[in-house]
């Protein structure tokens, strides 16, 4: 079993950052990596009703 990685995006990034490096990291590494709500195209959360 390999070990898990998480990649974590910056405040101005998005998952496809890691696209080159991911793919040298998986032969070692269980990789996961996700937008941030509003990041890469994801929507932002709906705000909550007052």
């Keep these: 079993m390999k070990p898990a ?3 974590l995006h910056g405040a101005l ?3 496809q950052h890691f696209d ?3 793919s040298v990291l998986e ?3 269980t990789v996961y990596r ?6 890469g ?3 932002l959360p709906e ?3 007052a």
């Design 20 to 22: 080159s490096i991911a």
């Design 47 to 49: 705000a909550p009703s």
């Design 5 to 7: 990685l998480i990649l």
């Design 41 to 43: 195209g994801t929507p």
């Design 34 to 39: 996700f937008n941030l709500y509003g990041h």
């Design 27 to 29: 032969d070692q590494y």
């Design 13 to 15: 990034g998005a998952v």
